[in-house]
């Protein structure tokens, strides 16, 4: 951790010592955010930043990075630093730290740390400034918790016509980090053999993007969910589906964007399969914005959906009263895996300068039930869904309203 600290303030200080034989970029950006929700008992997970619940909140969405750009001939080094507070702690993360190399005019290999281009916005997703929104849909960016890999990535770009076409395909790719999956609860999260295509056609006012990921992740089972699994394998049970460890997901997407003179439309859908504990899911959104001189209003849906047979536990035997009481238990985990919800946000973006925005979002969420939950319920295992709604176990279920505001700038 001091290592990587180090290393980051080093980082920070190359635009002091960068030599004039690179042709050389550097671009600051940055964002602070204010977040409550309106009704106690609930709080929105997210892996990489504080929760946010009822009390207002300056970290979430709060962070501070710099991207460095080192261009020799062919090559082009690429960093991007971020600094932001995790569960009152410093956190440093390089999302960029990759070396690309130009073999001609349409080919293109890159090595190293690579953000994921899986979604319309995943590649910008940290720059807050570049959206109108304060925060990306979760029913969608949620589905891929991870958003850097270590790998190669083979890229083919051709004008056709007055349209931009990219082709990208990346191997090895692997990544490992700890996040925490419920307030303070910490787990280490690792990704390896993950492999993706993505196919982009752009040009200045229209993006259309198409996507496919197929990785391997683990996330350490805690104790409870171990116990009951093996538990219930010794009842005779097939219980490989119900782990976090070693298992394959698959996500497809696809993405839509127009940006006129005035008219903003985005839209995105993605599906998600595993064949471990998470369902399969799929989320969508849409956001349409106006442009009137300064100002920028818009609306956004967004919804997600998953799998309700992946919480049927039916199937499983119970002969006698531990295998019960043990099935009971995977009943609230399962019950707690579960993050479908629905969100319906307006907002607002004012650009008060070139390279400085001021927005404010409110949103109304509300969640789907699926699978079933004893009356005591697990509601501070821990096992909550990331980046998604959750409320304490005996809370009544309700729609929720989060408030946001924020100032973004990238310069």
């Known amino acids: 951790m001091y290592i990587n600290k180090l290393l980051f303030l080093l980082f920070f200080t190359l635009p002091l010592v960068a030599e004039n034989t690179f042709e050389t970029k550097f671009n600051y950006f940055g964002n602070v955010g204010l977040s409550a929700l309106d009704s106690k008992g609930y709080d929105l997970n997210h892996f990489n930043q504080d929760n946010i619940n009822d009390s207002i ?3 979430p969405h709060s962070k501070i990075g710099l991207q460095v750009t080192l261009i020799k001939d062919d090559f082009t080094f690429t960093a991007q630093g971020l600094l932001r507070e995790v569960h009152d702690s410093v956190k440093t993360d390089f999302t960029w730290l990759n070396m690309k190399y130009d073999i001609n005019d349409n080919y293109a290999i890159r090595l190293g740390r690579i953000q994921t281009k899986m979604f319309l916005h995943s590649e910008s997703l940290h720059l807050d400034y ?15 918790p991870v958003g850097t890999f270590d ?3 083979l890229s083919y770009n051709k004008i056709i016509g007055e349209y931009n ?6 191997l090895f790719g692997s990544y490992r980090d700890e996040i925490y999956s419920h307030e303070n609860r910490e787990s280490i999260l690792e990704v390896k053999d993950s492999s993706s295509i993505y196919f982009t056609l752009e040009n200045d006012k229209v993006l259309y993007k198409a996507s496919y990921s197929r990785s391997k ?3 350490g089972d805690d104790i409870t969910t171990k116990v009951i699994v093996q538990g219930l394998e010794a009842y005779g049970n097939n219980m490989s589906r119900y782990s976090y460890e070693e298992k394959e997901g698959d996500i497809y997407s696809l993405g839509f964007q127009y940006k006129g003179e005035s008219l903003i439309v985005d839209a995105e859908i993605a599906h998600f399969e595993s064949n471990g504990l998470f369902p399969s899911s799929t989320g969508a959104y849409a956001l349409l914005g ?5 100002f920028t209003p818009f609306v956004m849906y967004a919804e997600n959906k998953n799998e309700k047979s992946h919480f049927d536990t039916s ?17 609230d985990i399962m019950y707690l895996t579960n993050f479908s919800q629905k969100t319906a946000s307006i907002g607002i973006r004012y650009d008060l300068a070139v390279g400085l925005a001021l927005k404010a979002q409110v949103d109304r969420i509300s969640t789907s039930n699926y699978g079933d939950i004893s009356p005591f319920g697990v509601g501070t295992s821990g096992l909550q869904r990331l980046g998604i709604l959750s409320r304490d176990a005996g809370i009544e279920d309700k729609p929720v309203y989060a408030f946001t505001f924020s100032i973004s700038f990238a310069y």
């Open 315 to 331: 199937a499983i035997q119970t002969p006698d009263i531990t295998s019960v009481t043990l099935k009971r238990g995977l009943d």
């Open 151 to 153: 790998g190669v990535e």
């Open 57 to 59: 909140s300056l970290s």
């Open 290 to 294: 106006y442009n009137i001189n300064a």
């Open 165 to 170: 076409f990219n082709a990208s395909l990346v």
């Open 217 to 219: 992740t683990n996330i």
């Open 130 to 144: 570049l959206h109108l929104w304060t925060k990306a849909p979760a029913e969608v960016y949620s589905l891929m």
